[in-house]
Structure formats: structure tokens, C-alpha cells
């Protein structure tokens, strides 16, 4: 059985840092385009970041880039979410999802797999 299980969500003050971990068992993906996306209490899941499967590219959300760094170990089948400069809006369940293919994009239906979430609050 194929599973991803993201782990390292907190309550951490705004300013602070987070890191996240998305471990994943039952098949390796090493060929395949990693993603964390996230949904806020009454909106729409969106993507923050993705990492090709050499992870030579990386892609990150306006609203993340430069505070947030997404990485991979393939050698562990993990992907990791490091957070930093956390804001209030940054609240959300974070999800990781492997893409179908090497090279992702935002698009949700092209990823194949997804984990149950990790809950991130910021706040004072």
C-alpha cells in the first residue's frame, strides 16, 4: 500500500520557523515531481512549492518564496518543507503529493498520490 505521511506541523509564533517531513512507503519516487499544497480553513487547497525528481528545479508560490524551501532525499523516499519568517496567513493542513511525472506543475490533477496533512497554526 502506497502512503505519504507528512509529520512536523506545530503552533509556532508568526516570525518563526517549521520544518516539514513527507515520508513515503510502499513505492519509491524517485522518478517523480514532488509537491507540498496547503488549505486554509475555508478555502481552496493551493499549491507552495514543487521539487522535480533530480531536484534540480524547484517552484514556490508568490506567497512563499524566499521564506519556504522544499527538498528531497530520495535515498530516505522523503520530501521536506523548511519554513521560515512563518506569517498568520501561512495557517493552513499542509499536504505533500507525488506527481505522475518527472517534471510537475501546479496543477493538482496531475498528482497521483497524497498524504492526509500536517496541521501548521501561526499565532501569537
Known amino acids: 500500500q502506497v502512503q505519504l505521511v507528512e509529520s512536523g506541523g506545530g503552533l509556532v509564533q508568526p516570525g518563526g520557523s517549521l520544518r516539514l517531513s513527507c515520508a513515503a512507503s510502499g513505492r519509491t519516487f524517485s522518478d517523480n515531481a514532488m509537491g507540498w499544497f496547503r488549505q486554509a480553513p475555508g478555502k481552496e487547497r493551493e499549491f507552495v512549492a514543487i521539487?522535480?525528481?533530480?531536484?534540480?528545479?524547484?517552484y514556490y508560490a508568490n506567497g512563499v518564496k524566499g521564506r519556504f524551501t522544499i527538498s528531497r532525499d530520495n535515498a530516505k523516499n522523503t520530501v521536506y518543507l523548511q519554513m521560515n519568517s512563518l506569517k498568520p496567513e501561512d495557517t493552513a493542513v499542509y499536504h505533500c503529493a507525488a506527481s505522475a511525472f518527472a517534471i510537475g506543475t501546479t496543477r493538482q490533477s496531475e498528482y497521483t498520490y497524497w498524504g492526509q496533512g500536517t496541521q501548521v497554526t501561526v499565532s501569537s
Open positions: 521539487i522535480n525528481s533530480v531536484a534540480i528545479n524547484r
